[in-house]
């Protein structure tokens, strides 16, 4: 057994969409996390890698910003991936014609279609606004590139507008509309009333860039699923502007294991995945984060290392081999006989059950005393205690 979740997970009534694409912006919104800039190297390793994962589309940059991030564009189009290579464009045709130069698949246009982005960012009305949009994705179109409109900041937009400008957007080409959360400010109820309401007048995909401010985007993402979306944005590590954006890893094991949904990725290479962004980005990788954290697979307390010594899904959803993952026994002030046993075992040492006690006992007042038990000091205190005979 691989993995042993809920029972009750079967007693919901799921309606995920058959298809479901999902699309990585690591490459273009996880660099637009504050202090990130990928080298050429680091892009193209990350895009391999997601290639090697089975992603289905990368987006691989914002190519109007500079030439060296058109270079790295053109680089990762040039290796021949299996993923559908896509870069941002704003609604310009300058942006259109960066894009172009990069060989890319497709893009994803946009423009801030809330009131406030309007007002305040963009100093246009809503009809300059759907005008302009509508010009870029048939120049696009026109260019043969796979298309996507992403409204801006749409879970802040007026329903009725939203409708107008994804219904325009679909009669002028575009192979899919996005809804973009770009502050996170939709509770995954809201974007069930959302996606229902679109679906009442939009045919085409509906894809769900979702922000983490609240640390609602992998669940935002599903309930958007659930709801009559088929695409996903997602990032390594959740990288991204401010809080970040839905976790790669998170969204793809909750759909694989707690909803049953997979989707053929080769989940084997999560973790290294996220080590790659992770030294790329120099972000480091919290601990108790969910799926690639150090300590997601590492067990102290003896109550829980006893259960699973005997059986590891007592106290792990899933097997760590699944992502990449291994299972570590940590000695410490928790640890139990059965915890340093295991140790021992491992190190190839046998004692008898009135030293094991002892040995148990100088760890956790070891570890008490402020040194973390590693191999080497582990090994140093049943050398002390070997040397009491």
């Keep these: 057994m691989k993995y042993h979740i809920s029972h009750y997970n079967k007693e919901a009534e799921l309606n995920f969409p058959k298809d479901i694409t ?131 900041d749409a879970t802040r937009t007026d329903i009725d507008f939203l409708k107008r400008i994804y219904n325009n957007a679909e009669s002028h080409g575009a192979d899919r509309v996005h809804i973009a959360d770009t502050v996170g400010a939709i509770t995954p109820q809201g974007m069930t009333y959302l996606l229902k309401e679109l679906r009442k007048d939009v045919k085409i995909d509906i894809a769900l860039h979702c922000h983490n401010d609240f640390g609602l985007a992998v669940v935002n993402s599903i309930a958007g699923l659930l709801a009559g979306a088929n695409a996903v944005s997602t990032t390594v590590n959740g990288i991204g502007e401010r809080a970040g954006n839905a976790s790669l890893e998170e969204l793809i094991m909750s759909l694989k294991i707690l909803y049953g949904k997979d989707l053929g990725f080769k989940t084997k290479y999560i973790k290294e995945l996220s080590e790659i962004v992770s030294k790329a980005s120099e972000l480091p990788i919290h601990y108790n984060k969910p799926v690639v954290g150090k300590n997601i697979f590492r067990h102290e307390s003896g109550i829980h290392v006893d259960a699973v010594v005997e059986e590891p899904l007592t106290y792990e959803p899933y097997i760590p081999e699944l992502v990449g993952q291994k299972r570590q026994l940590v000695l410490g002030k928790h640890s139990g006989c059965r915890a340093v046993k295991a140790k021992l075992d ?39 205690c070997n040397e009491k005979e």
């Design 22 to 152: 999902i699309y990585d912006t690591t490459l273009r919104d996880g660099e637009q996390t504050p202090g990130v800039c990928f080298s050429l190297e680091d892009k193209l390793e990350i895009a391999r890698k997601l290639d090697q994962f089975k992603i289905h589309q990368i987006e691989a940059g914002f190519p109007i910003v500079s030439e060296r991030e058109r270079e790295s564009v053109r680089a990762i189009t040039s290796e021949g991936l299996d993923a559908q290579i896509l870069s941002l464009a704003r609604a310009k045709t300058e942006d259109i014609d960066a894009a172009l130069s990069c060989d890319v698949d497709g893009i994803i246009t946009f423009m801030g279609t809330s009131d406030i982005h309007l007002e305040h960012k963009m100093h246009i009305g809503r009809q300059e606004a759907m005008n302009i949009c509508m010009e870029a994705v048939e120049y696009a179109k026109d260019h043969g590139l796979f298309v996507a409109f992403s409204a801006e």
């Design 346 to 384: 491992g190190c190839g040492m046998e004692v008898s059950n009135d030293k094991l006690l002892e040995i148990v006992d100088k760890v956790k007042k070891s570890r008490e005393e402020g040194k973390y038990i590693n191999d080497e000091v582990f090994k140093e205190i049943v050398k002390s």
